[in-house]
């Protein structure tokens, strides 16, 4: 089963309670009433937002309930996982082992896998760790709903869910835990358990777009194969620890969980916790504080100011792709853009909406966080859209 993509991918990236922080600056208070406003119409739990530029962050704000039964507000330091903005992060790492030698981004996967992955339909093909880069690598996600695991499946009550649902969540209830590189071996090597010729599209790799979280998961699995290094380590090491992300982290034992928020189908519906065994492709678990710090590294990084990775590096993560043989079109390494000029990826899944962008020219960039997500009731997408142009016609 596919993983619902937010409807907020039709624009791209898109696009009575009082505020909870107090770091919101002086002169900005018709951005911070038109939140509140936009607010306490919708049916969001709680949100975090937060525009930067190069520097710093210039405004930040949260609103709502990152715990709805408990009273506890949501915060600019509330932690839960962001979705696919989680690839962007692969997107560094790709480019930091690349930089390192370790890496070739136009070699085939199978020169660094344990295990041989070939398209059935192309099998005299290779799959480059560009195409998994760009979702074109032919590799689909018809197994990807059994990369949820529940945190407690006997607490589920599969009555609960709408009947529409029901099948769905009882699927997911059963699936069991396991390492990735077991998971992905099991789907795409031929030798495989839930192997299939359906788990693959019947175009060559690097001249069809499709969307592919699993694709994403291998390019993560790569890095780790090349380098040696665990994946979730290796983002440790290049890219959490150096930007001092320190809320941040791959999993329950890895982060605060007395920061954490309880994620919604809707407000009186909590999201059983859940973790994704393909953690890359969606599981990074943060803050608008913590991304907040990636998001004017990118920015940086762009400038050629950037710590992370070189400016030849930054140069070609953020390079439309098609200039390296693949055919799409306003895309980089994971990166989307939009005809603006704005750079960024947005994320949805069970329990939560996400969106990360950023101008290079204007110096601005911008971020969204909610612990709720579009399954149950589609007005939320429109409720983030108010908030998002909110911020977006505010001049800083």
């Given at each position: 089963?596919?993983?619902?993509?937010?409807?907020?991918?039709?624009?791209?990236?898109?696009?009575?309670?009082?505020?909870?922080?107090?770091?919101?600056?002086?002169?900005?208070?018709?951005?911070?009433?038109?939140?509140?406003?936009?607010?306490?119409?919708?049916?969001?739990?709680?949100?975090?937002?937060?525009?930067?530029?190069?520097?710093?962050?210039?405004?930040?704000?949260?609103?709502?309930?990152?715990?709805?039964?408990?009273?506890?507000?949501?915060?600019?330091?509330?932690?839960?996982?962001?979705?696919?903005?989680?690839?962007?992060?692969?997107?560094?790492?790709?480019?930091?082992?690349a930089e390192q030698g370790k890496l070739d981004l136009d070699a085939n996967i199978n020169s660094y896998l344990p295990f041989e992955i070939r398209n059935p339909y192309h099998s005299d093909l290779p799959i480059t760790v560009r195409h998994l880069a760009t979702h074109?690598?032919?590799?689909?996600?018809?197994?990807?709903?059994?990369?949820?695991?529940?945190?407690?499946?006997?607490?589920?009550?599969?009555?609960?869910?709408?009947?529409?649902?029901?099948?769905?969540?009882?699927?997911?209830?059963?699936?069991?835990?396991?390492?990735?590189?077991?998971?992905?071996?099991?789907?795409?090597?031929?030798?495989?358990?839930?192997?299939?010729?359906?788990?693959?599209?019947?175009?060559?790799?690097?001249?069809?777009?499709?969307?592919?979280?699993?694709?994403?998961?291998?390019?993560?699995?790569?890095?780790?194969?090349?380098?040696?290094?665990?994946?979730?380590?290796?983002?440790?090491?290049?890219?959490?620890?150096?930007?001092?992300?320190?809320?941040?982290?791959?999993?329950?034992?890895?982060?605060?969980?007395?920061?954490?928020?309880?994620?919604?189908?809707?407000?009186?519906?909590?999201?059983?916790?859940?973790?994704?065994?393909?953690?890359?492709?969606?599981?990074?678990?943060?803050?608008?504080?913590?991304?907040?710090?990636?998001?004017?590294?990118?920015?940086?990084?762009?400038?050629?100011?950037?710590?992370?990775?070189?400016?030849?590096?930054?140069?070609?993560?953020?390079?439309?792709?098609?200039?390296?043989?693949?055919?799409?079109?306003?895309?980089?390494?994971?990166?989307?853009?939009?005809?603006?000029?704005?750079?960024?990826?947005?994320?949805?899944?069970?329990?939560?909406?996400?969106?990360?962008?950023?101008?290079?020219?204007?110096?601005?960039?911008?971020?969204?966080?909610?612990?709720?997500?579009?399954?149950?009731?589609?007005?939320?997408?429109?409720?983030?859209?108010?908030?998002?142009?909110?911020?977006?016609?505010?001049?800083?």
């Amino acid at each position: 089963m596919k993983k619902i993509i937010t409807l907020l991918t039709l624009t791209l990236f898109i696009l009575s309670c009082d505020k909870n922080d107090d770091d919101a600056p002086d002169g900005h208070s018709n951005l911070t009433n038109k939140l509140k406003n936009i607010y306490e119409e919708s049916k969001l739990p709680g949100f975090s937002i937060a525009i930067i530029n190069d520097k710093n962050i210039s405004y930040q704000n949260s609103y709502g309930y990152a715990d709805i039964k408990e009273n506890k507000k949501y915060t600019s330091n509330t932690i839960q996982n962001i979705g696919s903005i989680s690839k962007t992060f692969i997107a560094v790492a790709i480019m930091k082992a690349a930089e390192q030698g370790k890496l070739d981004l136009d070699a085939n996967i199978n020169s660094y896998l344990p295990f041989e992955i070939r398209n059935p339909y192309h099998s005299d093909l290779p799959i480059t760790v560009r195409h998994l880069a760009t979702h074109t690598s032919g590799i689909l996600d018809e197994q990807y709903g059994k990369s949820y695991v529940l945190q407690n499946p006997s607490d589920v009550d599969i009555s609960d869910y709408p009947e529409n649902y029901q099948a769905y969540a009882e699927f997911i209830r059963m699936n069991i835990d396991m390492n990735y590189s077991v998971f992905l071996r099991k789907v795409l090597s031929v030798s495989g358990e839930w192997y299939t010729q359906d788990n693959f599209s019947e175009y060559a790799p690097g001249t069809h777009h499709e969307y592919s979280n699993i694709g994403a998961a291998l390019a993560a699995y790569v890095v780790e194969s090349a380098t040696g290094i665990t994946y979730e380590e290796y983002v440790r090491t290049y890219i959490l620890r150096p930007l001092q992300m320190d809320a941040s982290g791959w999993g329950f034992d890895d982060v605060n969980m007395e920061n954490h928020a309880t994620l919604y189908f809707t407000k009186d519906f909590e999201v059983p916790r859940y973790s994704l065994i393909t953690k890359a492709d969606g599981g990074l678990i943060t803050s608008i504080a913590d991304l907040s710090k990636f998001l004017i590294e990118m920015i940086k990084g762009y400038k050629g100011k950037g710590k992370l990775l070189s400016e030849d590096s930054y140069e070609e993560m953020f390079s439309n792709q098609s200039n390296y043989g693949i055919s799409v079109t306003e895309r980089g390494i994971f990166w989307g853009f939009k005809d603006t000029g704005e750079i960024g990826h947005s994320g949805g899944d069970r329990g939560i909406m996400s969106v990360a962008t950023f101008d290079p020219v204007k110096n601005r960039g911008q971020l969204f966080i909610t612990n709720i997500g579009q399954h149950f009731d589609e007005s939320i997408v429109s409720s983030i859209t108010e908030i998002w142009n909110a911020m977006t016609q505010e001049s800083f």
